[in-house]
């Protein structure tokens, strides 16, 4: 059935760009092709630029996710799709978030946005809500745009190829990809949404995900099954830059050094990121136990090695969009599932990916199926895998350390390692069944209420008691969950989640191996440095739809003569080829920071007007600094006594266990609010967090409402202060 449809044309692609956003309006049922302004693309870019900026237009400081005038906005970048770079498939989703009420996205890989642009818009934004679910089918090679009803049953992963056989007509079925959210996301807060394509290496479809945030959740809320595109249009030289040999070129020259650096490196085209495991395991970040302990001499069962002799068998290049030798799309064919209602199913599964397979050890599995089938069933389901992982070994926590009981847990009996128990929670969550798994599906930040309101009663304790206990180790900020790192041992990397805007997750600053494996941050300032260039550089493949791995993952040889060899200047340049390659320009560096900034700051405008975005929303929890229990710090008391006494200087004679882990508590929390003064400064924030005046002036932000938006936080933060001094006179 049809709903409503519009005829158009495509639109050509020049340097990168159609520039024209696909408005859909599921309320009115309203389809719309919109000019985006130059003044838009030149501040914005695309991207997380865009996505934010249709974000901020569409929606007030009322929105909440569920709100029909949310947005969930899809932009690629001007890169996204050019066949003759690495790493192009990217594009972002964004929305107004379920876990954290602001902005959050999540970049995601795949054919879909490159299809899209081909199809002739740089952007979609969605808006509204339908009744029966919809999907919208941008058909590009008819020449029609269309709401129509969506398919029938639970397809996700599992029966797309029988979709995309029966949608594609005369075509190609590589030429046509989709966007869509399962049954989890419309019973969690972290639903994510696939980006489904078919592989014709693989002779199945793929599917990659936008995990964080819950953009899959507002997709369902919407009442919107998926967009669907489909387009036969040639992709070679499609974004016509203004110079397609200096874009090969720069191409090539980034392709040879991940043909030269990566089988002696990381070895990600063979191992994918599963070859993180083993690195994390070494230096004590991969988490166990709910962030814990970060090693376990049992992760030797799932290290990158094998998984790439054993799971990753069949040996063809899985770039997730053509142009990639870095190709990490690793998979795992002919899995029979053993739980969960497909069970008994052969399926072919993508990943896991490195923080999947960290979900598993966080819950003390260090089993190769279980991570297998987890990640499987999480694809078709559609949450996150980090989400449910954590939320999931925050609740083991809980109980063993007795604040929730089987009668809690309607009956789960939830110990760590048990893989069964695991799946079987997995599943009760994903289908939303009242009670604990129902209450675990709104993530770690409500939960810790739910505990909390169990708990008091029978333990006689307060509820603030409680929940005080649960926030030492509940593993969120901002109300996401942290993605998988044990970041204690790494100043850099706790500011690098305390202070994205997003909530910890590692895309804004992953800075935990140039800090605590390659040691390149030594000093204060060099942490304050990196969490200031970092952030900014990864927002710029963010906003221009690409990758990052090529970059972060593949040092260039020719970086160790540089000054700062975790910038990884000499790949840098090869982007800045691209850059000027395709606009015909001759940016620098420095360009491309300043264009990262200015979305940075409207990232930061939108959570501030949302009610957050100051300092109190940056605090992390103890156990992202230190660790919290005393048989955390026993189980390396060597390592924290000595580090008590060189690094910060205690003399520990006489001191008891106590003593010394509460020392250690102190200095920790210390450090990291020296370290927030400090970024702040160099941020442009005031010691509050917010942006001073002179920040908004420098990147344009000084129309009227952005610094109304600046003084009613500095309003609430001293009217927050002045109550606190009140009620402390009072007592
Ligand atoms: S490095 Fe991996 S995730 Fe990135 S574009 Fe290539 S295949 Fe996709």
């Known amino acids: 059935m049809k709903y409503a449809a519009i005829r158009y044309t495509s639109a050509p692609l020049e340097q990168g760009y159609t520039d024209r956003v696909l408005k859909i309006d599921l309320s009115s049922r309203r389809i719309a092709i919109e000019p985006i302004a130059p003044e838009i693309k030149k501040a914005y ?42 790493g192009t498939g990217k594009f972002i989703a964004g929305t107004i978030s379920p876990l954290t009420n602001t902005f959050c996205d999540s970049n995601v890989g795949g054919h879909f946005f490159p299809l899209v642009k ?7 934004a969605v808006t509204g809500k339908s009744e029966n679910r919809v999907m919208v089918v941008i058909d590009a090679d008819a020449g029609e745009i269309s709401m129509v009803q969506a398919p029938e049953g639970d397809v996700t992963i599992r029966g ?26 419309q019973h969690t807060w972290f639903g994510c949404l696939n980006s489904v394509y078919y592989d014709s290496r693989r002779l199945r479809c793929r599917s990659k995900q936008a995990g964080r945030g819950g953009t899959g ?34 191409g090539h020259k980034l392709r040879d050094v991940i043909r030269e ?16 495991i083993d690195m994390m395991n070494t230096n004590e970040i991969l988490p166990v136990k709910n962030f814990q302990f970060g090693s376990s001499e ?45 069970a008994g199913s052969r399926v072919g599964v993508d990943g896991p990916e490195y923080e999947t397979a960290a979900t598993a050890s966080n819950l003390g599995i260090f089993e190769i199926d279980y991570m297998l089938e987890y990640s499987w069933y999480c694809d078709q389901y559609s949450v996150d895998t980090i989400s449910a992982g954590v939320v999931m070994s925050f609740v083991y926590e809980a109980c063993e350390r007795g604040l929730l009981t089987e009668e809690d847990t309607g009956g789960l009996k939830l110990t760590w390692g048990d893989a069964a128990t695991a799946l079987e929670f997995l599943h009760a969550m994903a289908a939303g069944k009242p009670g604990l798994p129902a209450a675990a599906g709104h993530g770690v930040r409500y939960m810790k209420g739910w505990i909390a309101d169990r708990a008091a009663a029978r333990l006689k304790r307060s509820r603030e008691d409680i929940r005080a206990e649960l926030s030492l180790f509940a593993m969120e900020t901002k109300g996401l969950e942290f993605s998988m790192y044990i970041t204690k041992e790494s100043l850099a990397q706790q500011g690098g989640y305390g202070f994205a805007l997003k909530g910890p997750q590692h895309d804004e600053a992953w800075l935990i191996a140039i800090d605590q494996l390659r040691k390149e941050l030594p000093t204060f300032e060099d942490k304050a440095e990196a969490l200031l260039w970092f952030p900014l550089f990864r927002t710029w493949f963010n906003i221009v739809g690409l990758c990052k791995l090529p970059w972060i993952d593949v040092r260039n040889p020719k970086a160790k003569d540089t000054p700062f060899p975790a910038k990884n200047l000499p790949t840098v340049d090869y982007y800045l080829e691209l850059v000027n ?19 940075y700051m409207l990232q930061k405008l939108i959570n501030l007007r949302q009610g957050f975005g100051t300092r109190e929303y940056d605090t992390i929890p103890l156990r992202a600094m230190a660790p919290v229990f005393m048989h955390e710090y026993l189980s390396r008391k060597d390592y924290y006594d000595t580090y008590l006494k060189d690094a910060a200087g205690y003399s520990l004679d006489g001191s008891s266990n106590e003593q010394r882990l509460s020392l250690l508590h102190q200095y920790r929390r210390a450090q990291y609010e020296k ?6 400064k160099e941020k442009g924030y005031d010691q509050n967090g917010i942006p001073t005046d002179e920040s908004l002036k420098r990147l344009g932000f000084d129309q009227p409402e952005f610094p109304d938006i600046v003084r009613a936080a500095r309003e609430r933060v001293n009217g927050i202060e002045q109550a606190e001094q009140e009620r402390s006179a009072a007592h």
């Open 298 to 342: 049992q992760s030797q069962n799932i290290s990158g090695k094998v998984f790439e002799r054993e799971v990753f068998k069949q040996n063809v290049p899985d770039g997730c969009y053509p142009g990639c030798n870095l190709a990490c799309t690793k998979g795992c064919e002919n899995y029979v599932l053993k739980t969960g209602p497909f």
């Open 45 to 86: 870019v695309g991207g997380r630029g865009y996505c934010l900026k249709f974000v901020y237009d569409g929606t007030t400081a009322a929105t909440r996710h569920d709100s029909p005038e949310n947005v969930l906005a899809l932009s690629g970048g001007p890169f996204c799709g050019e066949t003759g770079f690495v």
């Open 118 to 124: 081909l199809s002739g818009f740089d952007a979609i």
């Open 160 to 185: 797309a190829e029988g979709l995309i056989e029966q949608w594609k007509g005369d075509g190609k079925e590589a030429n046509i990809a989709f966007v869509t959210a399962g049954i989890g996301a």
């Open 217 to 250: 959740t507002v997709m369902c809320e919407k009442g919107l099954w998926g967009i669907l595109v489909k387009c036969n249009a040639h992709r070679s030289n499609a974004n016509h830059p203004a110079n397609h040999e200096k874009v090969l070129a720069a």
């Open 581 to 599: 390659g395709t606009f015909g320009t001759d940016k620098t560096l420095d360009d491309l920071l300043l264009e990262s900034e200015r979305c």
């Open 675 to 680: 370290l927030t003064d400090v970024v702040y």
């Open 261 to 276: 650096v990566d089988p002696q490196a990381m070895r990600l085209v063979n191992q994918g990121t599963t070859s993180l």
